[in-house]
C-alpha cells in the first residue's frame, strides 16, 4: 500500500502492508503523519514517506501530544512512548499499562502499581507504589496502598499521610478539604491534614454556603461547626437545605417542617409532606406559596409558617403562571399565588397550554372549552372532544365538525374532516395533510388546493408558496394557481419576494 495526491501523484511508495492517517493538520498539510505497517511491524511516516519512527512494534497509537512530538506504542504487550520527531523511546516500552494525563504528566502501571513520569524532567516522579492513584483535584492526588488512603502531589510528596479507611477531596480551591474516615466514622480534614471537623459521625457532607458540616449519626441529621458544636441539632429523620437562604426542610416523628439554622422553627414540624416553593435556587416574594399535606389533605402556608388556604384539597397540580391548579370534591378549579379562589372546582380536567397563557380545561362529562390567565372562559363548553393542542392553537370537535382555535379562543379555521397534519394562516390558506399529500384549505374548511403534493416550504410570502411533487419543485400562489411551472429539480426550494 501507498499514498497518492489528488492528482495522481505518488507520494508515499506503494511499498506498506497497510497504512493509517495518524495525524492530519488541515492547516499545514506537510505536518500530515501516517502509521505505516510492514513485515508486521508498525512505525510512522510523513508526507514525503520519510520514516519518523522505524517500523518496530506490535502497535502505534495516534499523535496525542504536538508539543512533546509523542505516540503510544506497544511491544509484546508493554507500553511506552515514542517520539516522532527524534524517533527515540521518550518512556521504555515496559509498562502493563500508561496513558497520558493531560499537560506533562503519564500515569503508568507496573505489576498492578501505579506511578506517574514527568516529560519535562523526563523521569518518573511517582514512583510505582499505589494500588490506585485517583484524578487530581488542584495538583493534589488521592492515593491508596493496601486498605489506606492519603493525599501526594505531582512530586510525590506525602501531603497528606495515608492512614485513612477513605478519602474524599473536596472541589473547592480556596478551602481544599477533605472527607476522611477512621475507625468507620467520618469528620473532615483541611490540606495538611489537620481536623477540622471532628472524626466522630456515621456521614458527613460540608456545605460551604453555610461553612458548616451536615452530618449524620445513628440515622439521624443535623449541622455542625467546625468546634464540633451543634448549630441544628442531630435530631431530624431528613434534612434538605436551601441555597443562597437558611431555611431547611427537616423530618421528625415521621412529620416535616421548616426550620432557620439561626432562628429555629418557621414552619411547625406538623406536615406529613412539604414542598417548598422556590424561584432560581431562592424563594421570592412574588414566587407560589408552599404546598403542605396533613392527613392526605393539601393546602398552603407562607413563609411565616400561617396557613393561607384551609389544608381541604384533594391534589395540587402545576404552580407556574398566574394560577394554580386545586381539586376539591373531585374538581378542578384555580386559585391565586395568595390563595384566593379565582374559579370554583367545577372542571374535570385542566391542561395548561401554550407556557400558562391559557388553560384547556373540561366539564359538564366531556364538554371542551378554554380558560384565560384571568380565570374567565374565553369559549363557550360546548365542544365534544379535544383532538390535539400545540404552540398557540387548539383543535376541538363540535357538532360532528372540527375547529381550529388560537389560545385566546378565536376560531382560525373550519373543516368537516380532520387531517394527519395543519399548518394553520391567519391571512393565507392553511397547509393541511394526509396520508402523505399536502393541499390548502380556507377558512371555512373548503379545499382551495387539492391534496396532491409531497412537499411544501415552510410558509406564505406575499401570497405564494412552494411545492413538489414528484421530487420537482414550483411556485403556486394563494388561489392553488401554478405561477412558475415545475420543470426542473430543485435541492432546496424557497419562496422569493
Known amino acids: 500500500m501507498g499514498v497518492i495526491s489528488t492528482s495522481g501523484k505518488q507520494v508515499i511508495p506503494y511499498k506498506f502492508d497497510d497504512i493509517r492517517f495518524n495525524y492530519q493538520n488541515y492547516y499545514v498539510l506537510k505536518d500530515t503523519k501516517f502509521s505505516v505497517k510492514s513485515e508486521d511491524k508498525w512505525g510512522m511516516v510523513d508526507l514525503k514517506g520519510k520514516y519518523l519512527i522505524l517500523p518496530q512494534y506490535d502497535s502505534i497509537g495516534n499523535c496525542i501530544s504536538m508539543q512533546y512530538y509523542f505516540v503510544k506504542v506497544g511491544k509484546a504487550n508493554k507500553y511506552g512512548y515514542a517520539s516522532f520527531k527524534s524517533g527515540k523511546e521518550l518512556i521504555p516500552v515496559e509498562f502493563d499499562s500508561i496513558w497520558f494525563y493531560g499537560d506533562r504528566f503519564v500515569q503508568f502501571c507496573s505489576g498492578k502499581k501505579y506511578g506517574f513520569f514527568d516529560f ?5 516522579t511517582i514512583p510505582a507504589l499505589y494500588d490506585e492513584i485517583l484524578p487530581p483535584y488542584y495538583k493534589r492526588l488521592t492515593v491508596r496502598i493496601g486498605e489506606k488512603y492519603g493525599v501526594i502531589d505531582w512530586s510525590g510528596k506525602t501531603l497528606i499521610p495515608l492512614k485513612y479507611e477513605a478519602l474524599r477531596q473536596h472541589h473547592n480551591y480556596e478551602y481544599l478539604l477533605s472527607d476522611v474516615k477512621v475507625k468507620g466514622k467520618w469528620g473532615i480534614i483541611d490540606s495538611m491534614g489537620k481536623v477540622v471537623f471532628p472524626i466522630r459521625y456515621d456521614s458527613i457532607y460540608y456545605k460551604e454556603d453555610y461553612d458548616l458540616a451536615k452530618v449524620k449519626n445513628n440515622n439521624l441529621w443535623g449541622f455542625v461547626s467546625k468546634t464540633g458544636e451543634e448549630i441544628i441539632p442531630v435530631i431530624y429523620e431528613e434534612i ?11 423530618k421528625k416523628n415521621g ?13 411547625p414540624i406538623k406536615y406529613d409532606a412539604i414542598h417548598y416553593a422556590m424561584v432560581d435556587g ?27 388556604t384551609e389544608i381541604k384539597y384533594q391534589n395540587i397540580g402545576f404552580t407556574k403562571g398566574r394560577m394554580i391548579a386545586v381539586k376539591y370534591n373531585n374538581k378542578w378549579g384555580f386559585i391565586n399565588s395568595k390563595g384566593t379562589p379565582i374559579t370554583s372546582s367545577i372542571y374535570d380536567t385542566i391542561i395548561p397550554f401554550h407556557n400558562y397563557r391559557s388553560y384547556v380545561c373540561r366539564r359538564n362529562g366531556n364538554l371542551w372549552g378554554i380558560v384565560n390567565p384571568m380565570g374567565k372562559e374565553v369559549t363557550s363548553f360546548d365542544h365534544d372532544d379535544l383532538h390535539k393542542y400545540s404552540d398557540g392553537w387548539i383543535i376541538f370537535k363540535r357538532n360532528g365538525d372540527w375547529e381550529l382555535l388560537n389560545e385566546s379562543g378565536k376560531p382560525i379555521v373550519y373543516f368537516k374532516e380532520l387531517y394527519d397534519q395543519i399548518i394553520p394562516n391567519t391571512t393565507d390558506l392553511t397547509a393541511v395533510m394526509k396520508d402523505d399529500k399536502w393541499g390548502f384549505i380556507d377558512n371555512s374548511g373548503k379545499v382551495i388546493v387539492p391534496l396532491k403534493y409531497d412537499e411544501i416550504t415552510s410558509g406564505w410570502t406575499n401570497g405564494k408558496i412552494g411545492v413538489s411533487l414528484d421530487s420537482k419543485w414550483g411556485i403556486i400562489n394563494n388561489k392553488g394557481v401554478l405561477i412558475e411551472r415545475i420543470k426542473s429539480d430543485y435541492d432546496k426550494m424557497a419562496t422569493e419576494e
Open 120 to 124: 519535562l524532567k523526563k523521569k518518573k
Open 240 to 250: 434538605d437545605h436551601f441555597f443562597p437562604q437558611k431555611l431547611m426542610i427537616v
Open 255 to 267: 412529620k416535616w417542617g421548616v426550620i432557620d439554622k439561626d432562628s429555629g422553627v418557621v414552619i
Open 282 to 308: 431562592a424563594k421570592q416574594p412574588d414566587s407560589p406559596p408552599t404546598k403542605v399535606m396533613r392527613n392526605g389533605k393539601w393546602g398552603f402556608i407562607d413563609s411565616t409558617g400561617k396557613e393561607v
